[in-house]
């Protein structure tokens, strides 16, 4: 019998940018997020207030998934980001700033809402372009030829996540071990299209960071000391192995909903058992010498494999298959109807007991070239271990993108305010150009206007469907936003600046008085720029004149020393104005409250 | 839904928590420890606890804070055993120390910047102030020879033409004019071990490590826990003689430890015994009296012993339907079917002991009990291992496994005591063991009060860790509070001098000098905390009296401070000794501490600080909206 709920209705919400609540909770979530932001951010403490683990981070992948909202909007900004994350893995603080600043900075202008929305797509498409012009200010070719460039857009990644608590050598050594370990994905002499290999990342606890390294091969752990005391009496030939992805446990888990009848008298378990005994003695016959399992092995079936010589690892979980299977070049067995063809079956070429704190693992080495390499990741404690983790794979990911675009954009908050100055300038002059035409319109009547520059400055205010100042408002909603992400990188009440040169991002340190700010003022935040006595500075988010960044001075000499990721942040910036488009755009929020 | 709760306003509410609770640490250290009480209102149930670990065990805190402390805490304690007040203590100094310099607007990255940098100077001072095992074990042997009432003369070490040989880590164990002082070097490194037998002179080199006197390490480690390392001691002096067959005191393997805790029985009949100690309900002793001084079958099973058990990993089916013609089998005859093919392979292979990690019906203790095979459940892992390893027994998980081949021999059951006398649970205490080869020591732990057990247990594995630690590092630091009294002595020096070139980063940090003083405080008040629950001293006399030796050793330093600091060290810790703080202990006995222990409580202490300072905001998941209105939290 089905209880009868008397449904309640929908609930709607109309401009919901207008309601304060809404507002109040896309205020929240931006300055939760702002305050994570760069290498000083401060971290947060997600629990569940029932004595559940704390989790210690700044690191978007770990804090979005917990900020679940009964907000759709907070929702979908959100599910946005979140996707951005998964697909590029770095960025993901900078796109979610910059679309909920956007969307403040849009309520304030007061501009309608569909003039905002074309304004913030048209410079899109402005930073887009000027990002891939060959002479950006604020792009840097990445070097293959060297590792420096490399080391530094890997540092710039795991220096940017406090929770990972690292000294400057820590951070260093963890960096070089990162590109060290992405080389060794890429395969050297492999004909026909290339494949990158996998780097597994094994966490040990206790241990200092500058005890991490990086192996060649697998390292597995392994639980029972039989094994290992197996492995100490083994000599090293290369050794036949067997991959199981399905579960040996003696048990009938693939069943699903079906029902299957038995007489009484049936032991199904044993019968199993036997099955399953059967093939393992055609495995032992194989001559296999290694027998993974990536589910749980029946006890009964270890005992036979051991005492027919053969090492058994069970439990290797789902994400160590795909490294076993390229490393040994065997295929996984899936099911247990047919008999395991010979060429299912892989090689190592050694095996070894590995001991790193308490943990105890055997080291897999590959027979063939193979592109599969273990990160051995070591942290004081749990906290900054998994930090330290996640961030190392963040790097590797952000290397492997480089891969397809060898390219990095300035970090430290200077590309930014470097984008922010390039437009203003470009503006101006669109502006500029186009009361040059009315003036030249009233006086001379008949004169030759450059008509591509006409046509360009036609076009777009044909395109964005609004009146100059309009346009003006909105351009300069959307370089504060860009600004106030670089701003967002302080967090102990410093100022930030930015020169009249190269427009780069500078910051100033609270307690130094503008006095003496030209001593304290070093290098700008990507390191580039060094302070020099005809530079000139100005505060951000301050009028200043506009002027055409040039590009900093391409000394060999200096380095920048805070990259990003070329790709992962085109693309986040995109994400960022896009989602900002798409919240600006919400009329109604219709939510089910049944 | 989620609230959050903004954790930094002015007031760093994280930091002032933190310190907070870390106040709970402050009567547990020292060798002077008191128990607490702690009550829950709700059942009125209480619980004594004596250590930092099983206060915040019991306490179930809910803030992230206070879960981020236990979750620290515990991960020290499952691996080091010790030191967990001292981590929690130094945690709300430090904290407190922080949040002081949020009040005066330091920067956070200055903070974390400038204390890393103390924490570095600090181990590099443990590391060079770490005082070798097999030193510490000479200079005992020398001075128990001279124990005629004679003072040892104190000279300090030797020339400065003995430099270069200490800083290659040289040792010259073997070196016969050496004056007992001169053997209590000091070594730079632990690293530096590896390369002692090469560079001593063969003349006097040695072709077996000597044998460390473990008795006296333990006795130098004991910290007030006398009766416990006694029992330490013990062990090792058993493992030495099943391994080496002479009576020294050279070996300790942690690992073959167990405890037996005996309630019921005076605090004075704790022993230790060799084999291992298991306690058995009246069904089982009848069969132990029929069993005891044989040469004994056994066998292990790893998982529970009953016809239901499957093992770990195991899913049941569910869609299964069973048909039958004749009337169903009952649940109970299936049982019974298992019963009887368990005890005829039991009975085909011999068996008499049944070695059990999990847990067996009564049922089949009884059947088993019938045939005269004892099957004793809740053994620990470990224990079956040692058994599986003296024995070549194997374990396994289900009976119908068993072989010849899994079965072991050789097992010998003895009575070991008989309790039905104190109408426990159970009546029969016996010892198991291989004879006289098994490095199996079961200590057992027995007091009238039952609540003090747990405590009595903690205590005595602290102090088995203690001795294994120190086995492990094979150094010492310096004890008594003379390794934070050095600590704050170099972390004062430091906070006036400039810093060392190469870090730069450091240079630029105006706040260095502020904050290191700061973080000698918080080790001063360590020290004064412990004096101060010796009973002996106030607050204030304990301080005085460490502000007045950090004093007198700045100026007897003076100029000489760069050209002697291995002198000045020992030489100090020679009187620190003899001040009152140990008064209490023989004047012979000197006080040590395990170095990784401590470094690693120290460590710990401060990134838990770093983590705390860091961190603004509270993100809590799966909150209601009234729960969020009653504690003031910002729903997203």
């Known amino acids: ?594 | 839904m989620l609230g959050s709760t903004i954790i930094n306003h002015q007031q760093h509410v994280g930091l002032q928590k933190l310190s907070a609770l870390a106040g709970l640490a402050h009567s547990f250290l020292g060798p002077n420890k008191k128990y607490k009480f702690i009550q829950d209102d709700t059942s009125g149930e209480s619980v004594m606890v004596c250590s930092c670990f099983r206060i915040l065990e019991n306490l179930e805190l809910t803030c992230s804070v206070g879960q981020l402390i236990y979750e620290t805490v515990r991960a020290h304690q499952k691996v080091h055993h010790t030191g967990s007040g001292c981590l929690l203590f130094l945690a709300g100094v430090w904290s407190r120390v922080a949040l002081e310099f949020l009040h005066r607007g330091i920067p956070v990255a200055s903070i974390i910047l400038a204390m890393s940098e103390g924490m570095d100077i600090c181990m590099d001072v443990c590391r060079k102030s770490s005082v070798s095992i097999d030193n510490l074990d000479m200079e005992h042997s020398q001075s128990s020879t001279a124990l005629s009432g004679l003072q040892l003369s104190k000279e300090p070490i030797k020339d400065t033409s003995q430099a270069p040989h200490q800083s290659k880590g040289t040792i010259n164990v073997g070196h016969k004019s050496l004056k007992a002082s001169a053997q209590r070097k000091i070594k730079l490194s632990r690293h530096f071990c590896e390369p002692k037998s090469e560079n001593m002179s063969t003349e006097f080199q040695n072709p077996q490590p000597k044998l460390l006197d473990i008795a006296h390490i333990a006795e130098c480690l004991s910290h007030g826990c006398v009766e416990a390392m006694n029992l330490v001691v013990e062990c090792s002096r058993i493992q030495s003689k099943s391994s080496q067959q002479d009576s020294t005191c050279s070996k300790f393997n942690v690992s073959k430890v167990m405890t037996c805790v005996l309630p019921g029985l005076p605090e004075e009949e704790a022993c230790t015994v060799q084999g291992c100690i298991l306690l058995l309900s009246a069904d089982q002793a009848s069969v132990a009296h029929h069993l005891k001084d044989q040469l004994l079958k056994v066998v292990l099973i790893d998982g529970d012993l009953s016809g239901t058990y499957r093992h770990l990993g195991f899913k049941r089916l569910s869609g299964i339907q069973f048909m039958s013609e004749d009337t169903d089998l009952s649940s109970s005859s299936k049982e019974e079917n298992w019963m009887e093919k368990v005890i005829t392979t039991l009975m085909n292979l011999e068996v008499n002991l049944i070695l059990i990690s999990g847990l067996v019906g009564e049922k089949v203790i009884q059947r088993c009990s019938s045939h005269h095979i004892l099957a004793v459940e809740k053994v620990k892992v470990s224990v079956l291992n040692a058994f599986a390893d003296s024995t070549g027994a194997v374990p396994v998980t289900y009976v119908t496994q068993l072989s010849k081949s899994c079965v072991g021999a050789g097992v010998k059951l003895v009575i070991w005591r008989d309790l039905s006398s104190y109408k426990r649970k159970s009546s029969l205490a016996v010892n198991i063991s291989t004879g006289r080869n098994i490095e199996l020591v079961t200590v057992v732990v027995t007091s009238c009060i039952e609540g003090k057990l747990q405590a009595l247990e903690d205590q005595f594995w602290t102090c088995a860790y203690r001795v294994h630690h120190a086995l492990k590092d094979r150094a010492l630091l310096p004890g008594a509070g003379v390794m934070e009294m050095l600590c704050a002595h170099h972390l004062q020096n430091q906070a006036e001098r400039d810093p060392p070139q190469q870090t730069k980063a450091a240079a630029a940090n105006p706040y260095r000098s502020v904050v290191l003083h700061h973080m000698a405080e918080g080790l001063i008040d360590y020290i004064s905390t412990v004096m101060v629950n010796t009973g002996k001293f106030s607050k204030l006399q304990a301080r005085t009296a460490v502000n007045q030796q950090l004093q007198d050793c700045n100026k007897n330093l003076g100029g000489a401070a760069f050209f002697s600091p291995l002198f000045s060290e020992a030489e100090k810790k020679d009187r620190l000794i003899s001040s009152p703080v140990r008064s209490t202990n023989p004047p012979a006995v000197k006080v040590y501490d395990n170095l990784s222990v401590k470094q690693e409580a120290w460590r710990k202490a401060l990134d838990l600080v770093f983590l705390v300072l860091q961190s603004d905001a509270e993100v809590i998941t799966g909150i209601d909206q009234t729960e969020a209105v009653q504690k003031n939290l910002m729903l997203l």
């Not at chain 1, 600043?101 to 202008?109: D, F, M, N, P, V």
């Not at chain 1, 891939?132 to 890997?154: A, H, K, P, W």
């Open chain 1, 1 to 594: 019998m089905s209880r009868l709920v008397q449904k309640s209705p929908s609930l709607c919400t109309d401009l919901p940018l207008n309601n304060s609540d809404v507002c109040n909770k896309l205020r929240l979530l931006k300055e939760l997020l702002k305050s994570c932001y760069g290498p000083t951010g401060r971290l947060k403490q997600v629990h569940n207030n029932i004595g559940g683990h704390v989790v210690t981070t700044s690191t978007s992948s770990v804090l979005l998934p917990a900020l679940s909202s009964s907000q759709p909007l907070v929702n979908l900004i959100r599910s946005c980001i979140l996707n951005h994350v998964s697909r590029f893995s770095d960025c993901g603080l900078f796109a979610a700033i910059l679309c909920l600043t956007l969307i403040e900075e849009a309520k304030l202008s007061g501009l309608r809402r569909n003039v905002s929305i074309k304004v913030n797509k048209h410079l899109l498409g402005m930073c887009s372009s000027y990002l891939q012009e060959e002479d950006c200010g604020c792009r840097v070719v990445l070097d293959f030829c060297s590792s420096m460039n490399l080391i530094t857009l890997t540092r710039s990644v795991i220096y940017s996540k406090p929770a990972c608590v690292l000294a400057e050598v820590e951070a260093l050594h963890m960096s070089k071990l990162a590109v060290q370990a992405f080389l060794l994905t890429v395969p050297c002499n492999s004909p026909g299209t290339v494949r990158l290999g996998r780097i597994v990342t094994v966490g040990v606890e206790g241990h200092p960071v500058l005890n991490s390294a990086v192996l060649t091969g697998l390292l597995v752990e392994v639980h029972d000391h039989l094994s290992l005391r197996m492995i100490k009496s083994m000599q090293t030939n290369p050794l036949r192995v067997v991959l199981f992805s399905a579960s040996l446990a003696g048990d009938l888990s693939d069943l699903g909903d079906g029902i299957i009848e038995a007489h009484t008298g049936v032991d199904t378990d044993s019968q199993i058992l036997d099955q399953l005994l059967e093939f393992c003695k055609h495995v032992v016959e194989d001559e296999v010498k290694l027998f993974v399992c990536q589910k749980v092995l029946h006890p009964v079936l270890q005992q036979y494999l051991r005492n027919h010589g053969v090492i058994v690892i069970d439990r290797v979980g789902v994400a160590l298959m795909e490294p076993l299977t390229l490393l040994t070049g065997a295929q996984p067995v899936a099911t247990l109807h047919t008999t395991i063809p010979a060429k299912a079956y892989g090689t190592v070429r050694s095996l070894s007991v590995k001991e790193f704190g308490s943990k105890t693992m055997l080291h897999l080495q590959p027979a063939a070239e193979s592109a599969v390499c273990t990160m051995v990741v070591c942290h004081r404690n749990e906290t900054m271990l998994s930090e330290l983790k996640a961030v190392c794979q963040q790097a590797e990911h952000v290397l492997r993108l480089t891969l397809k675009e060898p390219s990095a954009l300035l970090g430290g908050g200077c590309t930014e305010t470097h984008l922010a100055a390039f437009i203003r300038n470009k503006v101006r002059f669109f502006t500029s150009l186009i009361l040059l035409v009315i003036y030249l319109f009233i006086t001379v009547k008949n004169t030759v206007i450059p008509s591509q520059s006409l046509n360009e400055v036609s076009q777009t205010l044909t395109a964005v469907e609004c009146s100059q100042s309009e346009y003006l408002l909105g351009v300069e909603g959307f370089c504060r936003s860009l600004e106030s992400v670089a701003a967002a990188l302080q967090h102990d009440g410093g100022n930030s600046l930015t020169d009249l040169t190269h427009a780069h991002h500078w910051t100033l340190p609270a307690d130094v008085t503008t006095e003496n700010m030209e001593e304290s003022l070093t290098f700008c935040g990507c390191g580039l720029t060094r302070n020099s006595p005809n530079m000139k500075w100005t505060h951000l988010n301050t009028k200043y004149p506009q002027f055409s960044p040039a590009p900093a001075l391409r000394d060999s000499t200096v380095q920048p020393h805070v990259l990003d990721s070329f790709t992962a942040k085109l693309n986040a910036l995109q994400v960022a104005v896009e989602t900002a488009n798409l919240v600006l755009d919400v009329r109604y929020v219709i939510q089910d409250t049944n």
